[in-house]
C-alpha cells in the first residue's frame, strides 16, 4: 500500500468514471443511494491499475522530496481512543468514543495491551458518532480492557497528494484519452493542486511531522529554522519544483 489507497482515489475521481449501479446489484445485494452513479467500475480500472498510478504518484513525491526528508515517508498515530465494546464473533463493529476524526479510507491499528496483539485495516465506512466498519472481518478477538484503537496516517498533506496524483493520471489515460489527445482539464488541476502542495513543503511552509530530515555535510537538519539547501549548481534560492502538469 501506498501513501493512499483505493478508497481515497475512488473519493477524489471524477464522476465519468464511476458506474451507475454497482456490479453485483443483480445479485439482489442493497445499495445506499449515494453510491449509485459514484462507484467505480472495477471491470473498467481494476484496483491492480488504481494501486500502480498511486505507486506513481509516491514516485514523483519521493523524488521531490528526497532532498529534505528520507524517504520513504513514514506513518505516524495520529489520534488514539479506547475500545468501547468487545469484539468477538457476535459484534464485527469496532466502537469508540467519538468517530468525528475518522473518514472512509484512514488506517487504524485495533491493539491489545495485555497480550500485544494487534490488527490493522482501512475504515470502510462510519457508521455513526460511537461506530465505524472497516474492510475485512477482523480475525482476531479484542475483549476485556486495556484495548486501544489507533488512527495512522502519513503526515498532512501527503496523502491527498499521492491520491490526488492517482486520480488525474487515471483520468487522462481512461477518459480523456477517449475524448481528444491532450490531457484532462480534470487532470492538470489535480496536478497544480499537488504541486501547489509540494511547493509548500520545499519551502518551508509545511513542516512533516515525525519524519528525519537530511542535514547538510556539517550540520543537523533542525539546526535553522529555514531549511539550509547548498548550492549545487542551480538557483538555491528557487525552491519550488520543475513546472509542468
Given at each position: 500500500?501506498?501513501?493512499?489507497?483505493s478508497?481515497?482515489?475512488?473519493?477524489i475521481?471524477?464522476?465519468?468514471?464511476?458506474?451507475?449501479?454497482?456490479?453485483?446489484?443483480?445479485?439482489?445485494?442493497?445499495?445506499?443511494?449515494?453510491?449509485?452513479?459514484h462507484v467505480?467500475?472495477?471491470?473498467?480500472?481494476?484496483?491492480?491499475i488504481?494501486?500502480?498510478?498511486?505507486?506513481?504518484?509516491?514516485?514523483?513525491?519521493?523524488?521531490?522530496?528526497?532532498?529534505?526528508?528520507?524517504?520513504?515517508?513514514?506513518?505516524?498515530?495520529?489520534?488514539?481512543?479506547d475500545?468501547?465494546?468487545?469484539?468477538?464473533?457476535?459484534?464485527?463493529?469496532?466502537?469508540?468514543?467519538?468517530t468525528?476524526?475518522?473518514?472512509?479510507g484512514?488506517?487504524?491499528?485495533?491493539?491489545?495491551?495485555?497480550n500485544?496483539d494487534?490488527?490493522?485495516?482501512?475504515?470502510?465506512e462510519?457508521?455513526?458518532?460511537?461506530?465505524?466498519?472497516?474492510?475485512?472481518?477482523i480475525?482476531?478477538?479484542?475483549?476485556?480492557?486495556?484495548?486501544?484503537?489507533?488512527?495512522?496516517?502519513?503526515?498532512?498533506p501527503?496523502?491527498?497528494?499521492s491520491?490526488r496524483?492517482?486520480?488525474?493520471?487515471?483520468?487522462?489515460k481512461?477518459?480523456s484519452?477517449?475524448?481528444s489527445?491532450?490531457?484532462?482539464?480534470?487532470?492538470?488541476?489535480?496536478?497544480?493542486?499537488?504541486?501547489?502542495q509540494?511547493?509548500?513543503?520545499?519551502?518551508?511552509?509545511?513542516?512533516?511531522?515525525?519524519?528525519?530530515?537530511?542535514?547538510d555535510?556539517w550540520g543537523?537538519?533542525?539546526?535553522e529554522?529555514?531549511?539550509a539547501?547548498?548550492d549545487?549548481?542551480?538557483?538555491?534560492?528557487?525552491?519550488?519544483m520543475?513546472?509542468?502538469?
Open positions: 500500500m501506498g501513501y493512499s489507497n478508497i481515497q482515489v475512488d473519493m475521481l471524477g464522476q465519468a468514471l464511476t458506474a451507475a449501479r454497482a456490479e453485483n446489484a443483480e445479485f439482489g445485494v442493497q445499495l445506499k443511494l449515494w453510491e449509485v452513479g467505480r467500475d472495477t471491470n473498467i480500472i481494476p484496483n491492480d488504481v494501486n500502480y498510478y498511486i505507486s506513481l504518484g509516491d514516485n514523483q513525491i519521493d523524488g521531490i522530496l528526497s532532498q529534505q526528508y528520507y524517504t520513504p515517508l513514514r506513518k505516524c498515530v495520529q489520534g488514539q481512543w475500545l468501547d465494546a468487545d469484539i468477538n464473533e457476535y459484534n464485527q463493529t469496532i466502537e469508540i468514543s467519538d468525528s476524526a475518522l473518514n472512509p484512514d488506517d487504524v491499528i485495533i491493539k491489545n495491551l495485555n500485544g494487534e490488527y490493522e485495516d482501512v475504515v470502510l462510519v457508521v455513526d458518532q460511537h461506530s465505524f466498519s472497516v474492510i475485512g472481518p480475525t482476531i478477538f479484542f475483549e476485556g480492557d486495556n484495548i486501544v484503537v489507533k488512527r495512522i496516517q502519513y503526515p498532512a501527503i496523502n491527498q497528494i491520491a496524483y492517482a486520480a488525474a493520471f487515471i483520468y487522462d481512461y477518459f484519452a477517449q475524448n489527445p491532450n490531457v484532462s482539464d480534470y487532470g492538470n488541476k489535480m496536478r497544480e493542486i499537488c504541486i501547489g509540494l511547493n509548500d513543503i520545499l519551502n518551508g511552509r509545511v513542516i512533516l511531522k515525525n519524519q528525519m530530515r537530511v542535514g555535510h543537523g537538519p533542525w539546526n529554522d529555514t531549511y539547501l547548498r549545487r549548481g542551480f538557483s538555491s534560492s528557487e525552491r519550488n520543475s513546472g509542468g502538469k
